[in-house]
């Protein structure tokens, strides 16, 4: 494609972009389609010739956009609020077009440059102290992944370089809360811990991590021969957005050599309201920390930034230099592909730098206390309503909730919540998360769409009224 | 930003794009900035009023376009061709605007299904077997690490689920050409093999690794206790396009139950061509591969397609499953976070169909067969000029030359051909980038820029003279 037919062909997608933002509010929220749907309206096999890009766009109105849920989408309240500012989407879009690619700081200096300058202002924003520094990774799931990895090798003076993890010579144990999100487990598994040597730690009634079961745990494999190596506490759980006590947790961790990783994946944009800090009182004591820009702030998917506040370990574990990515540049730069797992790496930077320049510090701000306040409304509404009930603290923008008829309890209550909630899905009008809280099912609110306002919460507010009045006043069956 | 303004805003973007790509041949390929030039043309604090749009795509011209080495500059011959065909980055913009999320498959159906049908297309295109499945990953980093892991618990019988890698009962040994890319040590070593049990086996004089000699380190390391785990084996090298004999290769991972990853990073672009797919004769014996589609085949970064003969592996190794992540329609479908690292996941398929609907396939056979033209044309005119030689096998589109002028070996002969590499790069005229072959350095000549036609190979050919010519010629010092 010419950069001129590139011209006419990107006018036509950023109109359709802009009338698929302005219109999504009129689409059902969750796909109205069955699995295989999609894969059966297209082709089996390539085009040999080249088609018509007029037929490739006609596709994606015809066969891909009804085969979407809907982030964007006000009446979104499912897992968390993933927004793409339109800002920051431009930005992404730029990165794109650009096509330069971070393999060596040489291979695109403003790329590493710009990485390092608009992940200080993160850290800025989010009131960390000045000896954290930032990297922009694609997800959570990663950034954890690298951080167990690190504590693995600093636990094991560095393994990797001789016998690799079975010459340690005791099994290293891995500590998070029983509600950390399930990327936790995945990166111990992965990173070669093994369950056996993973503690889940209880929680108290507010769902966050008990520190003096840590405690306890800790204590319990040191008299066993284990060697405590890592905990993560979490900002913000993913079903409740409880609250881990990072203090006491920074305190233990201090005390016994554990390296202390913060998920603050979701929660983390809230650090930039002052107000908000108190939920992360002792981050200062993290080696590590990852928030999602991706999640609440408004950068467009992917963009997790990973904080860390001593980079030579990060830099020993990850580094390669082979002579084709050597450059005279190496001794007075940074280059990032030492700080990650991947050695390409995109412009991820530019999404960031053009949502916070576009926005302002001030205009995410307000976004998300306009949210918080809705989410209490939510909250009070919803508590003060028989038979309702709200079912943990709600401190950020999710409310967990769950309808209680007389009568029903047990499996016939998770019925009950499962029904009503899979008819408010299906019906397309809104879409929530259920899942599972004390082992009872229940319904996650997640507010926080970039195009949700109070009038939309208003209004899920009436919908889970009808959908549990028995299915009634749906538009959608 | 409202739909409206990012109409206004995108347009001017995209004219922007379509400029800077028409004129990036007018630009020094490598960036004619220092360090701490960028970050010190930037605000060190955020801004907290929001600022005007005209003022980030101002700063884009005046502080990250000079900062840049232009990788879709026709005289761009550094690492490897990453071409983000613009049909490729509109598909990208699609995906970007749309912001919807792959989570589970009901998270956005149509992000899973067209990811299904596009890299089957693209497995059609390569010629392999339909038992290969693909989904997509960020790099080949990724990748390999996620077959390494795949290997790890594959041979130790699932030791994730139970002890770790710790109790493996011996150590488990991974087997790679001395000539493999750096990512396969990276991730040999974060998976916990360890340095000392991966073993880079000799190559043949074309650069490839000898079958006979990795029959011998995995009977040494049987005779010793050790477990042969894994064998990588690569299609097209990073320093000169070398082709491990994966036939030979196979028959012994098969023989000795070593689970075999092909890297076809880079070439695997190459075998949509028929008559290149003698390189990878014996690939049906893989057990997983990695093909790039990002590299020489033109989609935007990043694009990493990863296929596997048996999912049920890699599932295995990769799945979780929270009650948050549940769906009712979770039998029917596939979720392809249990296929990787990430949980959240893009909707990159867009931009892989977008390029191969735009292109055909004939439209990329044709791209590609220029540049394996283009690349004879400059091994011919290289080798029959004394004092220049052509040091490797040219296969694909790579040239690996050095000028050795009378007297000069060893060291000297060294520094000349960094001295004239870097004459080269730092006068913007073309970007070259050089390597380590047998000890001595030597310059990669990577052709494959979407824009690069034989005149500029032509071009970079009276460029490499005049540079060795003492450096006169050169348009900017």
Request: one cysteine or more; proline letters at 10%.
């Given at each position: 494609m010419t950069p001129d037919e590139f011209r006419k062909r990107g006018h036509e997608l950023i109109d359709w972009i802009a009338d698929y933002r302005a219109g999504?509010?009129?689409?059902?929220?969750?796909?109205?389609r069955a699995p295989g749907d999609v894969r059966r309206a297209l082709p089996a096999t390539p085009p040999h010739e080249a088609e018509p890009f007029d037929d490739v766009l006609r596709d994606l109105d015809r066969i891909v956009v009804p085969g979407l849920s809907h982030w964007?989408?006000?009446?979104f309240f499912g897992y968390f609020p993933c927004n793409g500012e339109l800002s920051s989407v431009l930005g992404d879009y730029a990165s794109t077009g650009l096509g330069v690619l971070g393999l060596?700081?040489?291979?695109?200096?403003a790329l590493t440059e710009v990485e390092e300058v608009v992940t200080d202002w993160l850290r800025q924003m989010l009131g960390l102290p000045a000896e954290f520094s930032g990297v922009i990774q694609d997800t959570a799931s990663t950034s954890t992944l690298v951080a167990l990895l690190c504590a693995r090798e600093r636990a094991s003076g560095y393994s990797l370089a001789r016998?690799?993890?079975?010459?340690?010579?005791a099994p290293l144990v891995v500590y998070a809360s029983a509600?950390?999100?399930s990327s936790v487990e995945k990166a111990a598994l992965l990173a070669g811990f093994g369950r056996d040597h993973l503690r889940l730690i209880p929680c108290d009634e507010a769902f966050a991590m008990r520190a003096d079961a840590l405690a306890v745990a800790i204590a319990d494999d040191q008299a066993a021969g284990r060697i405590p190596c890592a905990v993560v506490a979490t900002t913000?759980?993913?079903?409740?957005?409880a609250l881990d006590p990072i203090a006491a947790i920074a305190t233990l961790a201090s005390r016994h050599g554990l390296w202390l990783h913060v998920?603050?994946?979701?929660?983390?944009?809230?650090?930039?309201?002052?107000?908000?800090?108190w939920m992360w009182d002792?981050?200062?004591?993290?080696d590590s920390m990852v928030v999602n820009?991706?999640?609440?702030?408004?950068?467009?998917?992917d963009c997790s930034v990973y904080y860390v506040r001593d980079p030579d370990v990060l830099v020993r574990v990850m580094s390669t230099n082979p002579s084709y990515l050597q450059t005279s540049a190496d001794r007075e730069v940074?280059?990032?592909?030492?700080?990650?797992?991947?050695l390409g790496r995109r412009f991820r930077a530019l999404k960031l730098w053009f949502l916070i320049r576009e926005q302002g510090v001030a205009g995410l701000q307000a976004r998300l206390r306009r949210d918080l306040v809705n989410a209490q409304w939510l909250a009070q509404a919803v508590g003060g309503t028989?038979?309702?009930?709200?079912l943990a603290p709600v401190p950020l923008q999710t409310v967990c909730v769950r309808h209680e008829p007389d009568g029903l309890a047990g499996d016939a209550l998770d019925r009950h919540t499962l029904g009503w909630v899979d008819r408010i899905n299906r019906s397309g009008d809104a879409y929530l998360t259920p899942a599972l809280l004390d082992g009872r099912w229940m319904a996650r609110v997640s507010i926080g769409s970039l195009a949700t306002e109070r009038t939309h919460v208003e209004r899920l507010w009436k919908i889970m009224h009808a959908a549990t009045d028995g299915g009634a006043g749906f538009s959608r069956p």
């Open positions: 999504v509010d009129r689409r059902p929220v969750m796909a109205q964007s989408h006000p009446m060596a700081w040489q291979s695109s200096p016998g690799g993890v079975r010459e340690i010579p509600h950390s999100h913000g759980t993913t079903t409740t957005t998920d603050a994946a979701m929660a983390g944009s809230a650090m930039v309201l002052p107000e908000c800090r002792g981050i200062d004591g993290a820009p991706h999640k609440w702030l408004g950068a467009a998917f940074k280059n990032f592909r030492d700080w990650g797992l991947p028989s038979p309702w009930r709200v």
